[in-house]
């Protein structure tokens, strides 16, 4: 018998387990298939939500509490695993002028560094924009991570805690007696434990949809392209209609990404690759000429209006829920990682818990 188990691999399940571990507790992963490699893996890393101020204040609120720490982290995950999640403070520049004043509302009301540059100031921020941009709106201390690296490092991590860590164990059932979680079922047997973190992204519905209560997550696939330019062409974070530019330290430039309603179907498409190609070229001249080096699709939990379901089970003591972060894994994850696991221990609460709680209205809002 094992303290907790995991259920589910990627960002937030290890979090939660790092966290348990820390506190001591004896701790088990199962991940369907290779750790870390669904939408952990595949989307860009910027440490805000884009449009932040589009989002309910309890996104705001685990979001603030993630940047403050996420440099902190990444430096100690280099230190102990000798992989560099490459925490990078490259800056935010919005080209969408049409929420100003919402923005700069929201800006001063939580205590965030955002500004209106004129064009000449767009220019100096980053040359490479095609011109003219009449206004941007700047974030300078947005950073961003390398997903694929925060993962490896990750991953190495929670072992070095003392995790179990156990690739292609699909859970296929919990045990649940008295209202009570009694262990994990998978295809080599039951593991018992009497607590259980249901961390598994798009498929976390699934895997509580005979306990009684389902929580809002489902999939919503993006896709995203990755051209390998001269580093230092792209040096900020661009966001326009939706669309973003991530520049990496080697130069990498990714570009995404699509929402589409398609299931759980993870294949990618031309006319997606087509238009991603269109977006960089439009917005930064210099791509238009470059051979696109990858492409790929994940999926990302979906949940009304973009706030994740961090709690316990209502009606089975025992089973908490960590899932529905949206376009935000990265950037959430932190808070609501230590959220669980303050829930799960009896620990105070790093942030409120009541707007995260599985029952806790939640508003279907314009996906960001």
């Known amino acids: 018998m094992v303290d907790c188990v995991v259920v589910g691999g990627g960002l937030s399940g290890m979090l939660v387990a790092w966290e348990l571990a820390q506190a001591g507790l004896e701790t088990t992963v199962l991940e369907r298939g290779e750790p870390g490699r669904e939408s952990s893996w595949a989307g860009g890393g910027i440490l805000s939500p884009l449009y932040p101020w589009r989002y309910p204040e309890s996104v705001t609120r685990l979001a603030t509490w993630g940047q403050a720490r996420y440099r902190a982290i990444s430096e100690h995950l280099k230190a102990e695993t000798g992989i560099d999640p490459e925490w990078t403070l490259s800056g935010l520049l919005t080209l969408d002028m049409d929420q100003v004043a919402t923005a700069r509302r929201w800006a001063g009301e939580h205590g965030y560094d955002l500004r209106v540059a004129e064009a000449d100031d767009v220019r100096t921020i980053e040359p490479s924009l095609v011109s003219p941009v009449d206004a941007a709106i700047w974030m300078p201390d947005i950073a961003q991570v390398r997903n694929p690296r925060l993962m490896k490092a990750l991953g190495r991590m929670v072992q070095l805690s003392g995790v179990t860590v156990r690739a292609h164990a699909e859970v296929t059932g919990l045990s649940i007696s008295n209202g009570r979680v009694q262990g994990v079922t998978t295809a080599e047997g039951t593991i018992h434990t009497g607590k259980v973190v249901i961390a598994g992204g798009a498929w976390s519905a699934g895997l509580l949809s005979a306990y009684g209560y389902t929580p809002q997550v489902g999939p919503v696939r993006g896709q995203m392209i990755l051209f390998k330019a001269t580093p230092g062409l792209l040096t900020r974070i661009v966001l326009s209609n939706r669309r973003y530019l991530i520049p990496r330290r080697d130069g990498r430039i990714l570009v995404g990404s699509t929402l589409e309603h398609v299931g ?105």
């Open 264 to 368: 759980f179907d993870k294949s990618t498409s031309q006319e997606a690759r087509d238009a991603l190609r269109a977006v960089a070229a439009q917005l930064v001249p210099a791509l238009a000429g470059m051979e696109v080096e990858h492409h790929w699709a994940g999926l990302r939990p979906s949940s009304p209006d973009g706030v994740p379901y961090v709690g316990e089970h209502p009606e089975v003591a025992g089973l908490y829920v960590n899932a529905g972060h949206f376009r935000n894994g990265v950037v959430l994850g932190l808070a609501s990682a230590r959220l669980t696991a303050d829930l799960l221990l009896g620990r105070e609460p790093a942030v409120d818990p009541n707007p995260y709680a599985l029952t806790a209205p939640r508003q279907a809002t314009e996906e960001s």
